[in-house]
């Protein structure tokens, strides 16, 4: 039999080649990309020997479908990202930066369904078992019976867990560590991990177990490995947060069974993760009500409204560059709303350092932030600080209208309950008032904003604006 010719994959995105390089094209990463083996145990011994298949029942498309039974945690942020709690035979992908609290989070799943009485079991494949018990003791969890193990061979995992009594729910910690008898390579490579991976998923799918594996991150917070295993899971779940704030954000990238987008909000306390039950509240507390370039800006995350302040200043820059710094946004979504606002409003910003912040450690991505960002620079620029009991939200084009934006009537009455009584919106949402109980004032373009802004600005700070421009309308 002639040998296949050899295979080549890259050991930090998966990609595959049929020869070295030294740069991966996918991800751009160099001296990542070695010889894959041939993995001829992995396929199955009938299809081997050229067995011919059974036929399966085709179904039609009509007919009720039953709601998939759920493994609910107790934990009700974790519950709700994962849409409902855990799908029995489902398999998740969890993935962080290191020391983000991803260990802490799962170990408090785990003893809340063993409290529950529910057989759980903890692999963990970088920590001892002793390491393992100090966490749960310092949680005050040690009383949970949670079966723990340290080992990394994925077939000694697979056989204890066959041999004892049923498994609710698994975690492997990580999967990274995790390899396989029959692939002759090292652990955490592509292979390694792809294999390791798939017999999870055969365990789950067979056992009717709910498994989570541990993902590590790359510098740029993508999942580290190979992007097929992505695909193989069903749910794919961040756990985000920065160092330098308590709050901890679980997202859901990927999940068929429930929305995705979704967020659970934590935050970290000397007794591990407590839930925020409302993140809102959260966000804007200790905030600075009276200081130019702030601005609340009403979000959706999944299928929660939100409201986070969005910071900004604006400094004349000695530089022939001006500085653009975003934390928590797209740059390129600040790029073209300080675009649009020099070429349709006249706020000329080429001469100045621009610096976007978000509040509270959170990312968002929505355009319905552009007329809060607006707002704030604007404000920043002026020196004008906008009304304290206003929120904003609403898409800005590139012609400069306020376009409408999704769940307008959530976010007004999100906003409504944490005591605001304004809202600057598209004219569509403007009409998604509750009652009286907030007043929104709809805008069709974005010169409005601005003069409204600068008619309360100081006038030694008095807005540039271009002939014909309109930033003095409204």
């Known amino acids: 039999m002639a040998r296949r010719a050899p295979t080549f994959a890259c050991q930090s995105c998966g990609a595959v080649y049929n020869r ?50 759920r493994l609910v945690s107790g934990i009700g942020e974790l519950d709700r990202v994962a849409g409902g709690g855990f799908v029995p035979g489902s398999i998740l992908l969890l993935g962080g930066d290191p020391g983000i609290g991803k260990s802490t989070l799962l170990v408090q799943a785990s003893a809340a369904l063993a409290l529950r009485g529910h057989r759980v079991v903890y692999v963990s494949g970088e920590e001892a078992v002793d390491q393992v018990r100090l966490r749960a003791g310092r949680l005050g969890l040690a009383e949970a019976e949670v079966g723990l193990a340290a080992e990394t061979n994925a077939e000694n995992i697979l056989a204890t867990l066959q041999g004892g009594p049923p498994v609710r729910l698994v975690v492997i910690d990580s999967i990274q560590t995790m390899w396989s008898d029959t692939v002759e390579s090292a652990p955490g490579t592509v292979t390694q991990v792809r294999t390791s991976a798939q017999l999870m ?27 097929v295993v992505e ?30 987008d979704e967020i659970g909000v934590f935050e970290m306390t000397g007794r591990g993760l407590s839930e925020v039950a409302n993140p809102s509240e959260l966000f804007l507390s200790n905030r600075d009500s009276g200081a130019p370039g702030t601005a609340v800006f009403a979000g959706m995350e999944g299928t929660r409204p939100i409201l986070v302040e969005i910071q900004a200043l604006v400094a004349p820059s000695s530089l022939g560059t001006p500085r653009r710094a975003v934390v928590g946004w797209d740059s390129n979504r600040l790029a073209m709303v300080l675009a649009v606002l020099d070429a349709r409003c006249g706020v000329r910003l080429g001469g100045h350092d621009v610096y976007l912040n978000v509040a509270g450690g959170l990312k968002i991505s929505e355009p319905a932030a552009d007329l809060a960002v607006a707002g704030a620079l604007v404000s920043s620029l002026t020196g004008a600080p906008l009304p304290a009991d206003a929120v904003y939200f609403g898409e800005v084009s590139l012609t400069g209208a306020v376009r409408p934006v999704s769940q307008a009537a959530a976010r007004l009455k999100e906003a409504a309950k944490l005591g605001f009584t304004r809202a600057i919106a598209p004219l569509s949402g403007a009409d998604a008032a509750l009652d009286g109980a907030i007043r929104a004032e709809g805008l069709s373009s974005l010169t409005g904003l601005v003069a409204a802004i600068a008619a309360r600005a100081p006038r030694r700070a008095a807005l540039p604006a271009k002939e014909g421009s309109g930033a003095g309308e409204g």
């Open 20 to 69: 070295w390089q030294g740069k991966c094209e996918a991800c751009g990463a160099w001296n990542t990309i070695a010889e894959e083996p041939e993995v001829a145990a992995a396929v199955p011994a009938a299809q081997r020997s050229g067995r011919k298949g059974r036929a399966v029942v085709l179904e039609s498309l009509k007919g009720e479908g039953n709601p998939p039974p």
């Open 231 to 260: 695909h193989m899971v069903d749910a794919v779940l961040s756990f985000e947060g920065d160092g330098g704030h308590q709050f901890r954000i679980l997202r859901a990238q990927k999940n068929r069974f429930g929305p995705t």
């Open 201 to 227: 998923v055969r365990y789950a799918k067979q056992s009717g177990a709910a498994v989570i594996l541990v993902g590590h991150v790359t510098k740029d917070g993508q999942i580290a490995g190979p992007r």
